[in-house]
């Protein structure tokens, strides 16, 4: 019989190690693995792609945070109690689900200088992003890419400019016309936008609004309901947006009694982004007649996919999903 060799975690080369190591838990890694040997010390001393989540009970492990806030990369916050920040100097992405006005104001550059990615899930805390909504769209985090806030606050006073923003994803509670006019004009570099509408707003444009916007390659947005000013809306939005590339509109439910026209979205689309290379909606319908998707595809040439969703439930919308993807 052969001897069986015992085996040791150490028999592992030092990346093997730090590539497992990242996805362990920190409080786990270190109550595990720190202060074995010197070896095991020093690579979990190196890393910095460490993955936190700070639930509700995390008062019961805050003794450990200090020895390794300092190599957290992503942080999500699960709980509404104030944060110190200045632990965390290496973050490069930062997610807050139960954000509160002294969570949302403790976000500072000084405290995150490397923030990359934000998201503040601040659906029923609209008056919490003022001061934050200052810092995003500002040269302060100059390297923020990527944000995603549920609400927006912004001041008419206030001048906002960020060149570091890439991609924007927004549910405003409240819109005026000119919000488009402060995120395009505040970001020039904004290449994705996603906006979500909870809800069916009154929304007026004002001719006098005119920021075209060249970055901007791809938007989708999502109303909960198609009230009567959305085509005056996307008319507007699409004539501003000329290198569109990719357009995607999801409509929960229409309020109206008009039926979606297709002939004259279809020439927004020709007139207004000619660039366009991929297209994906969601349509509810009131009544729909099969013989007219023929008709709708010839409409538009990335009108290429064409199918209708039927429920049987009174209380669910029937949809048309139109999609561009071969």
């Known amino acids: ?64 945070i200090p020895f390794f806030a300092s190599q957290i990369s992503t942080l999500i916050i699960k709980h509404d109690e104030l944060i110190d920040f ?24 000084f405290f995150l200088p490397n923030l990359e990615h934000l998201y503040i899930s601040n659906l029923y805390f609209s008056n919490n992003s003022e001061q934050i909504c200052r810092c995003i769209f500002s040269s302060s985090f100059s390297r923020l890419q990527i944000c995603q806030i549920d609400r927006m606050t912004f001041n008419d006073s206030y001048s906002y400019s960020s060149l570091s923003l890439r991609q924007l994803t927004i549910s405003p509670c409240t819109w005026k016309s000119n919000m488009y006019k402060q995120i395009f004009q505040a970001c020039p570099k904004l290449t994705h936008l996603r906006i979500i509408r909870l809800r069916n707003l009154s929304f007026k444009l004002s001719s006098k609004i005119v920021c075209l916007h060249k970055s901007l390659r791809y938007l989708s947005i999502h109303f909960s309901s198609l009230g009567n000013d959305w ?96």
């Open 1 to 64: 019989m052969n001897d069986i060799i015992p085996s040791s975690i150490e028999i592992f080369p030092n990346e093997l190690l730090i590539e497992l190591f990242e996805y362990i838990s920190p409080y786990d890694l270190y109550s595990t693995f720190f202060n074995l040997n010197s070896r095991l010390n020093s690579i979990i001393n190196s890393l910095k792609n460490l993955r936190l989540i700070l639930q509700e009970d995390w008062d019961n492990k805050e003794r450990f």
């Open 86 to 109: 200045s632990y965390y100097s290496n973050i490069r992405s930062l997610k807050l689900c139960m954000p509160t006005i002294d969570q949302c104001n403790a976000i500072q550059p």
């Open 231 to 326: 085509y005056n809306q996307i008319d507007w939005l699409l004539s501003i947006v000329p290198n569109l590339e990719n357009f995607t509109i999801l409509i929960d439910q229409n309020d109206t009694n008009i039926e979606f026209p297709f002939d004259l979205f279809a020439h927004l689309l020709i007139q207004h982004v000619p660039y366009l290379i991929n297209f994906n909606a969601k349509i509810p319908l009131n009544k729909f007649l099969s013989k007219e998707l023929n008709m709708i595809k010839c409409l538009h040439p990335l009108f290429i996919h064409i199918r209708f969703q039927r429920y049987t439930t009174r209380s669910i919308n029937n949809y048309l999903i139109i999609s561009s993807e071969r």
